[in-house]
C-alpha cells in the first residue's frame, strides 16, 4: 500500500491522540474504581515482609504500598500540593515531622481515630514527637535512633583503655571523662582520635538536651546557655587535640574507620550498618556502649495518615497493625528497624548477639538508652534555624576562631529566624 | 526598547494603509494567513509537540515562580502575597550575599582555564595531520560523562588524609591541604571540577571556529616571518573574538547556575546542601535548592532563583559590551 507523506502523518497524530485519551480515560477510571489502600514509604522505612503479612490479614484493604525512590518529602510535598493521588498512608521521616505541624490539618488526627488507647505500648518521647503544640497527632512511630558508643575493643586494649562494654560505659560516662580517655588514646597512638569532628559531637550535646533552638512561644533561643554548653563541649575536645577533623561520613571518614585510626564513634543504632560499611573486615571488633553525657536520638520515622485517605478508620487498623510490639521485632530482623514498642526489647529477635560486635548483645546498651532520650520541644524551623551552627562548626575544624565561628553562628540563626517569623531578643 | 518601537510602527500603519493604491485589506491578510496555517496543519500539529511540553513543562513554571516570588508558601497551606518582602529578606541575608561571592570566584576560577585550554587545545588539534576524530572525541568525553559520578570521585581524589592529590603534594614535600573543608581549598575542587568538563566542549567550539580561518592568512604571516605563537596573537585570537564571545556568554550562563559539583562534593557535611563547611561552596542555585526543598520556603526560593537571573543577565551584558567594544576597536 502507498502512504502519502500526509497520510501518514495523520495516521501517526491520530494514533498518538488515541494513545493520550486512552491514558486519561485510564487514570481517570483508575481513581475511580480503585479502592485499595495506598502506603507510600521509602526503601528501608518498614519491612516490606510486614507489609505482604499486613495485606493477607487486611484482604478488604487491598494493601498497595510503594516504595518512592529520591527525595521523599519533595515527592510527598508534591503530591499534596495536587491534592491528586495522595496516598492513605505515608511515612514520615524524623527530621520531617515538625514541618508539616503547621499544615497538620492535612492529616487526620490520629487520637480521634483512638490513638490514645495505645499510647501505653510506645516510648513516651517518641509519641510526643508526633504532636503539635495543639495537640493534634499526625504521626504514629516507627522505629527510633537510640545512641551508643561503637568502639574497637582491640584499638582500646592496645591504647590501655577498657575493652569490656560495662566498664567503657561506666568510665566514659561524662563527656570530660571521654575526652581524658582520647588524649590518653593519642598519647598511646599516633594518630588516632576519639573524636571524629565537632558538628557530631554539637549536635550529640544539643540531642542530650532538653531545649532546641526554638522554644514554644516561637522565640529564638539558639544563643543561650544550653546551645553554648554544647558549643564549647565541642571546642574542649578541639583543644584537647583529639578531634580528627573528619567529616563525618566522608572518604577519609570511611579510611579511617577501615584503618583503625577512628577507633569511636557515637551514633545511633543503625549507624551500626555505616560502619560495617566502611569497614566489613573488621567484623568482631566492635562493642558498643552507653555514650557519654547521655542518650539522645538520631533520626527515625513515623506513619501518618492524610485527609484525602478513603477509609481512614482502615487505614488506621492498617497502621497500627504494621507497628504493633511483635510486626516491630519482625522489622528488626529483617530491615534493622530500631522498635518504639519497649516490650519489642523483651522479645527472642532482639536478644541475639550481634556478630560485628564479637557475639554482643547490643540491646543491653540501646534499650535503656531508648527508655532514657530525653523529651525536647521541636519547632517545624528548627533545621533552618540550626543549620548555620553545623556550618559555622566544620569551619572550626578548618581552622576558623571559634570566637567569631560562633558570633557568625549566632547572627546568622537570628537572620534564619527573623525570616521565619520567630521572635527574636 | 521594544515597546518604544511599537506606537511608530503603529502610526505607519495608520498613515500609510489609506495612501496606497492597492490595499489588501487586513482582514483579508488576517484570513489568508489563518488559510496559510490551516492548510500547513501537519506541518504545525508535527511541531506542536515540542511546544506544549515546553509550555507546560518549561514557560509555565517560570511564570508560576515569578508569581511565587512575591507569597510566602511551604508547599502545603494556603500562599500569601508578600509584596516586595522577599526580596527585601534576601537583600539582608548574609548567606545570599555569600552564596553570590562564592559563585562569582568559583565562575572565574573555572572560567578563565577553562577557555584558556579549550583554546590551546583547539589549536593543537587542529594543527594535528593524524588520529584527528579520536582527538575530537576524546576532549570531548568528560562534557558526557556524569557530572555525579565525577563530583564523588574529585571528592575521593581530594579528600584530606587518603586523597591522591595530597599525596602527591606530600611526596614533592609539600604539605597535606585541607581540600574539601577550608574555603580557598573547596573553591579549587569545584573550580577543577568544572574544567574538567567543560574545557572538552569549548574546545570543539574553537576548533569550529580555527577551521572557518583561511589558511593564506597563515601562510602570508610566515611568510612575512611570523612564528606559531605571533600567528596564534595576531590572526587566530582575533579572527575567533565572536566564537570567543559565544563561549564567554555560555560559561557565564552555566557558571552563574553552579549546582551540581558542590551539591554532590559537599552531601556528606552536616546542613544539608549548605556548601560543606563554613558555607565555602555554596552556590547561588545551591543555596536555592537548600530554602526550596530543605526549608520548604517556596517564596523565597523563587526570589533567588529570580536574583540568580538577574545576576546572569547582568554579567552577559557586561561581557557583551567588553568583547564587542574591543570587536569594534579591532575591526577600525
Not at chain 1, 301 to 314: H, N, Q, R, T, V
Not at chain 2, 106 to 134: C, E, G, Q
Request: proline residues 6%; charged residues 15%; glycine residues 8%.
Amino acid at each position: 500500500m502507498d502512504l502519502s507523506r500526509r497520510q501518514l502523518l495523520q495516521a501517526g497524530l491520530l494514533g498518538a491522540a488515541a494513545t493520550a485519551l486512552g491514558t486519561v480515560a485510564g487514570c481517570s477510571s483508575d481513581a475511580a474504581s480503585d479502592s485499595s489502600l495506598k502506603l507510600w514509604y521509602w526503601s528501608g522505612g518498614l519491612d516490606p515482609k510486614v507489609l505482604t503479612s499486613a495485606g493477607k490479614q487486611f484482604p478488604k484493604s487491598h494493601l498497595k504500598s510503594s516504595v518512592i525512590g529520591g527525595d521523599f518529602k519533595q515527592k510527598l510535598l508534591t503530591t499534596f500540593a495536587g491534592r491528586k493521588f495522595v496516598p492513605d498512608i505515608t511515612g514520615i521521616k524524623g527530621e520531617d515531622i515538625a514541618s508539616f505541624f503547621p499544615d497538620a490539618s492535612r492529616f487526620h488526627d490520629l487520637k480521634s481515630l483512638g490513638a490514645d488507647k495505645l499510647q501505653s505500648q510506645y516510648l513516651d518521647w517518641k509519641w510526643k514527637q508526633g504532636i503539635t503544640k495543639d495537640g493534634v497527632m499526625i504521626g504514629f512511630p516507627i522505629d527510633i535512633g537510640p545512641t551508643g558508643l561503637f568502639y574497637r575493643a582491640d584499638v582500646f586494649g592496645k591504647a590501655g583503655l577498657p575493652t569490656d562494654p560495662v566498664t567503657v560505659s561506666s568510665q566514659m560516662s561524662t563527656w570530660d571523662d571521654y575526652f581524658k580517655a582520647g588524649v590518653e588514646l593519642k598519647k598511646a597512638l599516633s594518630n588516632t582520635y576519639l573524636v571524629v569532628d565537632s558538628p557530631s559531637v554539637f549536635g550529640l550535646v544539643m540531642g542530650q538536651s532538653t531545649k532546641q533552638f526554638v522554644d514554644e512561644n516561637d522565640t529564638f533561643i539558639g544563643d543561650q546557655e544550653h546551645v553554648r554548653t554544647a558549643w564549647s563541649t565541642a571546642m574542649t575536645a578541639l583543644k584537647l587535640g583529639i578531634t580528627s577533623k573528619i567529616p563525618d561520613g566522608s572518604a577519609d571518614w570511611n579510611a579511617g574507620v577501615a584503618n583503625g585510626t577512628l577507633p569511636a564513634d557515637i551514633g545511633a543504632a543503625w549507624h551500626a550498618s555505616d560502619i560495617s560499611g566502611a569497614a566489613p573486615k573488621t567484623t568482631g571488633k566492635w562493642r558498643v556502649a552507653a555514650n557519654p553525657g547521655g542518650p539522645a536520638d538520631i533520626g527515625g520515622s513515623f506513619l501518618a495518615i492524610p485527609k484525602e485517605a478513603g477509609d481512614p478508620e482502615l487505614a488506621f487498623k492498617v497502621l497500627t497493625w504494621i507497628l504493633s510490639a511483635d510486626n516491630q521485632a519482625t522489622a528488626f530482623t529483617d530491615a534493622a528497624l530500631f522498635p518504639s514498642t519497649p516490650a519489642t526489647y523483651r522479645m527472642p529477635a532482639m536478644l541475639k548477639g550481634d556478630p560485628f560486635f564479637g557475639g554482643q548483645k547490643t540491646i543491653d546498651v540501646f534499650g535503656p538508652s531508648a527508655e532514657k532520650v530525653p523529651v525536647a520541644y521541636v519547632s517545624p524551623f528548627d533545621a533552618q534555624v540550626r543549620a548555620p551552627f553545623f556550618a559555622e562548626l566544620a569551619d572550626v575544624d578548618s581552622g576558623k576562631d571559634p570566637a567569631s565561628a560562633w558570633n557568625d553562628a549566632v547572627s546568622q540563626a537570628k537572620v534564619a529566624a527573623k525570616q521565619a517569623g520567630l521572635k527574636v531578643s | 526598547m521594544i515597546r518604544a518601537a511599537e506606537p511608530t510602527e503603529r502610526a505607519a500603519v495608520v498613515t500609510v494603509a489609506p495612501q496606497a493604491t492597492r490595499p489588501l485589506p487586513a482582514q483579508a491578510r488576517r484570513r489568508s494567513r489563518l488559510r496559510r496555517i490551516a492548510e500547513h496543519w501537519p506541518q504545525y500539529a508535527a511541531i506542536s509537540p515540542f511546544f506544549t511540553v515546553f509550555l507546560v513543562f518549561g514557560l509555565a513554571p517560570v511564570i508560576f515562580s515569578l508569581y511565587l516570588a512575591f507569597h510566602e508558601w511551604d508547599g502545603l497551606g494556603s500562599m500569601h502575597y508578600v509584596g516586595l518582602e522577599q526580596f527585601r529578606r534576601l537583600a539582608d541575608d548574609p548567606l545570599f550575599w555569600q552564596s553570590l561571592r562564592n559563585t562569582l570566584v568559583i565562575w572565574a576560577m573555572s572560567t578563565v582555564p577553562t577557555l584558556a585550554i579549550a583554546l590551546v587545545l583547539a589549536s593543537l588539534i587542529n594543527s594535528a595531520k593524524r588520529l584527528t576524530s579520536f582527538y575530537r572525541v576524546a576532549v570531548f568525553v568528560p562534557n558526557i560523562t556524569s557530572i555525579v559520578a565525577m563530583a564523588i570521585l574529585f571528592g575521593a581524589l581530594f579528600s584530606t588524609n587518603f586523597g591522591l592529590v595530597n599525596a602527591l603534594l606530600h611526596s614533592l614535600g609539600l604539605g597535606r591541604v585541607h581540600w574539601l573543608t577550608s574555603p580557598w581549598g573547596m573553591k579549587v575542587v569545584i573550580a577543577s571540577l568544572i574544567t574538567w568538563q567543560w574545557t572538552g566542549y569549548n574546545a570543539i567550539i574553537y576548533l569550529a571556529g580555527l577551521q572557518a580561518i583561511p589558511t593564506e592568512l597563515y601562510e602570508a604571516a610566515k611568510v612575512d616571518g611570523a612564528g606559531p605563537i605571533r600567528s596564534f596573537f595576531s590572526i587566530t585570537v582575533p579572527l575567533l573574538r565572536p566564537v570567543i564571545l559565544f563561549t564567554v556568554v555560555v560559561s557565564t550562563v552555566t557558571g552563574m547556575q553552579t549546582f551540581t559539583e558542590p551539591q554532590v562534593l559537599f552531601d556528606a557535611q552536616l546542613p544539608p546542601n549548605m556548601g560543606g563547611s563554613g558555607q565555602g561552596g555554596l552556590t547561588m542555585v545551591l543555596y536555592f535548592y537548600h530554602q526550596t526543598f530543605d526549608n520548604n520556603r517556596y517564596g523565597y526560593g523563587a526570589a533567588i532563583a529570580w536574583s540568580v537571573f538577574l545576576v546572569v543577565i547582568v554579567f552577559v551584558l557586561i561581557n557583551w559590551r567588553l568583547l564587542a567594544r574591543g570587536e569594534r576597536a579591532a575591526g577600525r
